[in-house]
């Protein structure tokens, strides 16, 4: 029986790209110039990004307006349906409600 040693070593390196292309590495920055990194599948909804967000800051989540190239965020995106691609930046704001 013969094993070819090449062939699993270039399994291994396809599975890592693979999986590396199943990620993204993404940069939110908020009106301040705070900036957040974040690794995400492609394929999970924004909304998990969003919440982690609001988390880390200590801000209301529905306190907070997330957009992409000024097209605004809805919690069913996915960096996929965004067409988002590593180190992209998702702007964050602070919204203000006044009540009168």
Known sequence: MQFDLW???E???TKEKREQKDFVK???IDQNNNEVNYRM???LQM???MDAYSERVGIDR???KFYV???KIENYDTPATLL???DDVIDVLFAIYISG
Do not use: G, I, P, Y
């Open 62 to 64: 529905n306190s907070l």
């Open 47 to 49: 909304k998990k990004l």
């Open 41 to 43: 599948r492609k394929s």
């Open 69 to 71: 190239e000024h097209k």
């Open 26 to 28: 993404l940069r939110v």
């Open 11 to 13: 399994f291994r390196v």
């Open 7 to 9: 062939a699993n070593v």
């Open 84 to 86: 988002l691609d590593d």
